[in-house]
T-cell receptor, first 116, second 115 residues
């Protein structure tokens, strides 16, 4: 069985600072994908970044980067230069290679509040 | 715009009433999913459809039924609503397959309250 753990229910960060959101996972699948989604107060789910388990480099997408440590089974999201619009709930999710038809397992989420 | 359309956006039901949540995608995706989101629990899979004509149970299927009407549409039915089904429901779709880099495309969600 797969499991995603996000241990930070909520956090505050000042504008223009960087913030790291923790995500650890547990899987026995030989290969897997890790995803981060953002959910602003409006409720929609927005895809941010993807990391494949065999990718040689950590993923980056603009101000988002993924600190992937395979041996530790962690996939932390780093948001650089935080903006007020980054205030949202953030979900880590995983899809395993033996998961039929692309089902995702989601973490409980981390609520981020960016303050001026 | 291409994407996943979910209706309704809000609904209040009385205990015991039934309703169907509709979901349609126009991206020619093979797989479709229904999740519920509850505070502190993230998103949990209710049912999914790997491809047209197939449906399977997810993590929390009790109290729900689904229909994959065609490749575009995947509906979720609550036969006899209970207060425990108060939640935000998301429909999602994907091309399918296990190792693709593309994630889900989500609908905008349905906020359901059962009183």
């Amino acid at each position: 069985a797969q499991k995603i753990t996000q241990t930070q229910p909520g956090m505050f960060v000042q504008e223009k600072e960087a913030v790291t959101l923790d995500c650890t996972y547990d899987t026995s699948d030989p290969s897997y994908g890790l995803f981060w989604y953002k959910q602003p107060s409006s409720g929609e789910m927005i895809f941010l970044i993807y990391q494949g388990s065999y990718d040689q480099q950590n993923a980056t997408e603009g101000r988002y980067s993924l600190n992937f440590q395979k041996a530790r089974k962690s996939a932390n999201l780093v948001i650089s230069a935080s903006q007020l619009g980054d205030s949202a709930m953030y979900f880590c999710a995983m899809r395993g290679s033996t998961d039929s038809w692309g089902k995702f397992q989601f973490g409980a989420g981390t609520q981020v509040v960016v303050t001026p | 715009n291409a994407g996943v359309t979910q209706t309704p956006k809000f609904q209040v039901l009385k205990t015991g009433q039934s309703m169907t949540l509709q979901c349609a995608q126009d991206m020619n995706h093979n797989s479709m999913y229904w999740y519920r989101q509850d505070p502190g629990m993230g998103l949990r899979l209710i049912y999914y459809s790997a491809s047209e004509g197939t449906t399977d149970k997810g993590e929390v299927p009790n109290g729900y039924n689904v229909s994959r009407l065609n490749k575009r549409e995947f509906s979720l039915r609550l036969e006899s609503a209970a207060p425990s089904q108060t939640s935000v429901y998301f429909c999602a779709s994907s091309v399918g397959g296990t190792l693709r880099r593309d994630g889900y495309t989500f609908g905008s969600g349905t906020r359901l309250t059962v009183v």
